[in-house]
């Protein structure tokens, strides 16, 4: 960076640039919305067929198409206003040094040297004459300089000799400033390609940690989120920043966003669906990238298999584990992004992705909203139970599917959304599940997210919905931590109603012992291995003095049961009717408590 590039430099420019990348950012988060929300929703509605489908998937990936170019873009706005401000500083040293000198009547060079005019008490008959001053910014060159100025009879050095100093400084840090943006602003330009592959959201993370890095000084002028903070203090906290603040600062941390119980749906789920396509394309990068499974996998002398090839089992243990726990994660993800794929096919509303981490408390983290619970009428948490991870996790966001389903059909007019809260470390089996500690851990994080879902919705409508905790299983023990893990002066859990399938207990023995209403408390249980795991819990002591929710002595409200075995309590036939297990939760959610079936 020279002086002349420095002083003519429009820093303006790179802030209305940085704008322009930011509206474009905008416009393409609207493009992908209405693809995937309204456009495709719609023909699904409207037409049927094979062209239908391909038509929409075309869509599909268009959105993806704007998804990527949103995050992008918003990368380079951020970057370009980090640029300015870091140039800010040197701009305002140069032009004040320059203005300086000017004010003496010296001349600026165009290397940033400053000339001064002849002054001073004569000597020998003569006017000490002018000269010209280079700057320097080492210190020894420096100290040589000021103290051949002092010397000198012109008193016009010694300012001229500051103001080349200050100069070079000035050129000095542009320089520095310069050199770090420049590649991190080349690594942003995307391949010249119409494909978006795993490989270029893989680079995303890259490029967000550039950026990041970079941009460090710039945003630090950025309120940071409030130490563990509840869900009322972090809306507070975005509430408190500018658009442009909080656009930044999804852009260089859309992780820390996308968790924070309070924000907006839509804003938490801008910044986990860019945390899901990055980790998406990581994953499937690293999985390519292993060697082929060596075949023949088996060594077989005679008609049987009688143990591995030396090779497969060198392979296994450098890459077995690591390829099961990518492939897993990367089913996990597909079946979100399937989720969002299917808005519009049988009324599905818009998805909201209210949490995710693939390494999230062992098991991963999904929280995924069928609706907006923002402004949702009536709203269903569930929380499902053992044996859950991110892999597995379609079977769960379809139960939560079918209860959306269900209950919009129950309450037309009303706004309807079900949430899949898995955001604990759920026991991998049986015998894990009959220890408390798993559900010790997750209930105080259970408790925060209805906290900040209530707090999301005041403040986006004034109000609170009716909100119903539903728990199977495994999440039912959950519920009960949840609610036993707030203070007396935290009172009971954000929710109007609980509702729990397949209970083996709730860590105790009344309802009201939980701070839920017994009539707002529902439970229902099933045959076959159902029985088996609400009476093991029951002997095992997740329930409170051998008592259990299905117990009359509990409390609350036994529901009539058509589940065949211990999942099926979300059931529906081949031509979309539902179960009466389903249906009564169903009435639960839409507060249509006269219509629940008892036992």
């Known amino acids: ?59 599909q990936d268009l959105s993806k198409n704007f998804h990527y170019i949103q995050v992008e873009c918003g990368l380079v706005s951020t970057a370009l206003n980090a640029f300015a401000s870091d140039m800010q500083s040197a701009k305002k040293k140069l032009d004040a ?16 040297s400053v000339s001064y005019p002849a002054a001073g008490d004569k000597v020998d008959g003569a006017t000490p004459k002018g000269g010209t001053a280079g700057g320097t910014t080492d210190e020894t060159a420096n100290a040589i300089n000021r103290q051949a100025a002092g010397f000198d009879p012109n008193p016009n050095y010694v300012y001229a000799q500051e ?37 270029d959201w893989a680079d995303t993370q890259k490029d967000m940690a550039g950026v990041r890095k970079g941009a460090e000084h710039y945003l630090d002028g950025i309120k940071l989120p409030p130490r563990n903070g509840d869900p009322a203090e972090n809306a507070e906290w975005w509430k408190s920043l500018t658009d442009d603040e909080r656009a930044d600062y999804i852009s260089m941390h859309p992780d820390r966003v996308g968790a924070l119980n309070g924000l907006p749906a839509d804003v938490r789920d801008e910044a986990n669906r860019t945390v899901l396509n990055e980790k998406h394309g990581e994953y499937r990068t690293r999985l390519e990238s292993m060697p082929p499974e060596p075949e023949p996998k088996y060594l077989s002398v005679g008609p049987k298999p009688n143990g591995y090839t030396a090779e497969w089992r060198e392979w296994n243990e450098k890459y077995g584990d690591e390829r099961k726990e990518l492939q897993s994660a990367l089913n996990g993800m597909d079946a979100i992004q399937k989720r969002f794929d299917s808005t519009g096919e049988d009324g599905l509303p818009e998805a909201f992705l209210l949490g995710f981490d693939p390494e999230g408390k062992g098991d991963g983290k999904v929280i995924l909203a069928n609706g907006n619970p923002d402004t949702a009428d009536h709203t269903a948490v569930f929380v499902p139970g053992t044996s859950t991870d991110l892999g597995g996790i379609g079977g769960n966001l379809n139960k939560s599917d079918n209860l959306w389903k269900t209950s919009s059909s129950l309450a037309p007019g009303d706004e309807v959304s079900t949430i899949t809260w898995f955001d604990y470390d759920a026991p991998d089996n049986i015998p894990e599940a009959t220890h408390d500690k798993y559900a010790e851990k997750a209930g105080p994080a259970f408790r925060d997210f209805l906290d900040g879902n209530q707090t999301a919705h005041q403040y986006a409508t004034g109000t609170t919905a009716h909100t119903t905790a539903i728990g199977h299983s495994y999440g039912s023990t959950v519920i009960g931590d949840a609610a036993k893990s707030g203070t007396w002066t935290d009172g009971p859990l954000a929710a109007d109603d609980v509702l729990v399938a397949g209970s083996p207990g709730m860590q105790a023995d009344r309802a009201a012992d939980l701070g839920i209403k017994p009539d707002h408390m529902w439970a229902m249980g099933a045959g076959g ?37 211990h999942s099926a309590y979300w059931d529906m036939d081949g031509n979309g009717n539902a179960s009466v297990s389903l249906k009564n939760q169903a009435r639960v959610i839409v507060g249509d408590y006269k219509g629940v079936t008892l036992e």
Not at 100 to 108: E, G, L
Not at 542 to 562: A, C, H, K, R, Y
């Open 163 to 199: 103001c080349a100093d200050r100069i070079a400084e000035a050129l000095k840090e542009a320089t520095e400033a310069d050199q770090k943006w420049a590649p991190t602003l080349r690594k942003l330009k995307a391949d010249d390609d119409l494909t978006v592959s795993d490989k």
């Open 529 to 565: 291995l159902d029985n088996v795991v609400r009476e093991g819990g029951r002997g095992m002591g997740l329930g409170d003095n051998w008592t259990i929710p299905t117990d009359e002595s509990f409390g609350g409200n036994v529901m009539q049961s058509d589940a065949g075995d």
């Open 97 to 112: 040094a320059v203005a300086d000198a000017q004010a003496r009547k010296f001349t600026v060079r165009s290397d940033g």
């Open 1 to 59: 960076m020279d002086f002349a590039a420095l002083k003519s430099l429009k820093l303006s420019e790179f802030e209305d640039a940085a704008d322009g990348f930011r509206s474009t950012s905008g416009m393409a988060s609207q493009a992908k919305d209405t693809l995937e929300n309204q456009i495709t929703a719609a023909m699904r509605k409207a037409l049927a067929g094979e062209a239908v489908d391909a038509a929409v998937g075309e869509l």
